[in-house]
């Protein structure tokens, strides 16, 4: 696949790096569909994700990669129209012999997120740590909101966090500084990332966290402002444990709850330092739940 055929925003050395080795991928296609019969437990850590995918008759899982999420809710609401995408065909191949090893009725198809323009629209839209791998992660949310979800639609995405990530990022920085080898850094990661039994799989991880060409990384309040903009509200985040958060069209959010969520973004930075100590996988990862208003 060409390059060129993708838009100024779709980074063409993030597509070679996942044509590589995509994220998230297991040594086989068998080991991969076992993950995925986990489907409940896969989506507990996304909060009010579940109920959203419970009312939602059309789903769109953008930047799927290999499948993951996609095909965990398939298997778990069979259902449900569920469709993923993603740029890199190595991925999408992976994705479909998992739903087809599976008997799912998930589909996948490769398509830029930002020239994507399907002529039914979804109710649900997610993107899971996709967004901030391209050049322009909000002119993302903007193509979502404007091609890809129907008037009611909902957004469920996930990103790095400008505070939360500061201290993953200094720790390798600095192994790199100090010439350890990358096999050495490798090391260092699965001291980190100790769950991750499949060699494949863990090799995945690694490369995604450490090694990526491109990714930025975000505050809440940055995000609140660009949605707000759209005329998009933000109803749940897991930086505040997915406690609801309110908005009148009168006055807007509440003050307090809002100042309460930016202290506790500010937190998470030292909640990665102490993660490194403890030899704990830390991302510095945040998603959140957006609405119209």
Not at 183 to 205: A, G, M, P, Q, R
Request: glycine letters at 4%.
């Amino acid at each position: 696949m060409k390059t060129n055929k993708f838009s100024k925003f779709a980074n063409p050395d993030v597509l070679k790096f996942y044509e590589e080795l995509p994220f998230n991928y297991y040594s086989s296609v068998e080991k991969q569909a076992e993950k995925i019969k986990n489907g409940e437990k896969n989506l507990n850590i996304y909060g009010p994700l579940k109920e959203e995918l419970k009312k939602s008759s059309k789903i769109i899982d953008i930047g799927c990669g290999a499948g993951y999420l996609t095909n965990s809710i398939s298997f778990i609401y069979p259902e449900k129209s569920v469709l993923g995408i993603d740029f890199n065909e190595v991925a999408i191949n992976r994705a479909n012999k998992v739903s087809q090893f599976l008997k799912l009725n998930s589909l996948f198809e490769t398509h830029d997120i930002f020239k994507f323009t399907p002529s039914v629209k979804y109710d649900l839209a997610i993107s899971i740590g996709v967004l901030m791998h391209t050049y322009d992660c909000f002119e993302g949310l903007r193509c979502i909101i404007k091609n890809i979800i129907n008037k009611e639609g909902k957004l469920y995405i996930g990103l790095y966090n400008t505070y939360g990530r500061k201290p993953f990022l200094n720790y390798f920085k600095k192994l790199k500084e100090e010439k350890l080898s990358e096999n050495e850094i490798f090391v260092k990661y699965t001291e980190l990332h100790k769950n991750l039994k499949d060699t494949t799989h863990l090799k995945s991880w690694y490369r995604d966290q450490v090694l990526h060409p491109y990714e930025t990384q975000f505050s809440i309040k940055e995000v609140i402002n660009i949605l707000d903009k759209e005329n998009f509200k933000i109803t749940y985040t897991s930086i505040n444990k997915f406690d609801k958060i309110f908005y009148s069209n009168e006055t807007g959010y509440k003050k307090d709850q809002l100042e309460h969520i930016y202290n506790l973004e500010k937190d998470m930075e030292k909640i990665g330092k102490e993660a490194l100590v403890n030899k704990r996988y830390y991302p510095g990862f945040f998603t959140f739940l957006a609405e119209t208003k």
